[in-house]
């Protein structure tokens, strides 16, 4: 079974704090995914990757940036959180493009920004 | 901008009735996906439909994509508990990219 496993489950963070999310894959996929989730509002794109060190922006780039230095991690980072960052974070891992391969997302993990 | 709507956002039935949930786009999807999620856990692809017309049973689920592509539904037979959560649907554009509904919430009630 594919696995995408998220640093944390619940993050409770202060405004101006730089902030670490990470992901980890265990099934070899080339393509990863950072997304935010917010009531209402669905699922929308934050960064994505598709290779090592290789990293395109997605819909919501602003206020985010990402590293990809191991094909299996995947981080996103907030450089100075902000209470409107505040949101469930999802990450996803897919074989290959979306479409064709199935995406596998991770757990979660809720930030709160006070 | 591309759209994906879903209806209802929010429905709460009785165990054992029947539901239909829609995702409608005024675009053209190469294919549609439908996810469901449970509390404290990520997405799960549950279906991907590809041809127009197509329709996909997953047991008590019955997924449908509509003939130009624009729209697709899920059906659900004789709800149970099991089946709440939210469920969303995800169409593929043609550069690739994923586009999201907001997605239902669903609550059956034993």
């Known amino acids: 079974d594919v696995k995408v496993t998220q640093s944390s489950r619940y993050l409770v963070k202060r405004t101006g704090e730089k902030v670490f999310l990470e992901c980890v894959q265990d099934?070899?996929?080339?393509?990863m995914f950072w997304y935010r989730q917010d009531p209402g509002l669905g699922l929308r794109l934050i960064y994505f990757s598709y290779d090592v060190k290789m990293k395109e922006k997605g819909d919501i780039p602003e206020g985010y940036s990402v590293s990809r230095e191991k094909k299996e991690r995947f981080s996103l980072i907030l450089e100075s959180a902000s209470t409107n960052q505040t949101s469930m974070y999802l990450c996803?891992?897919?074989?290959?493009?979306?479409?064709?391969?199935?995406?596998?997302f991770g757990p979660g993990t809720r930030l709160t920004v006070t | 901008t591309q759209l994906l709507e879903q209806s209802p956002q929010f429905l709460s039935i009785q165990e054992g009735e029947n539901l239909t949930v829609y995702c409608n786009s005024s675009s053209v999807f190469s294919s549609l996906q439908w996810y469901r999620q449970e509390p404290g856990e990520g997405p799960v692809l549950l279906v991907t439909v590809v041809t127009g017309g197509e329709v996909k049973k997953l047991k008590r689920l019955t997924f449908q994509f509509g003939d130009a592509r624009k729209d697709s539904s899920l059906h659900i037979t004789a709800a149970q508990p099991g089946d709440t959560g939210l469920y969303l649907c995800?169409?593929?554009?043609?550069?690739?990219?994923?586009?999201w509904g907001a997605g239902t919430k669903l609550i059956i009630k034993p």
């Open positions: 995800a169409g593929v554009d043609s550069n690739y990219q994923l586009i």
């Open positions: 099934m070899d996929h080339e393509n």
């Open positions: 996803a891992s897919s074989l290959g493009p979306v479409g064709s391969y199935e995406q596998y």
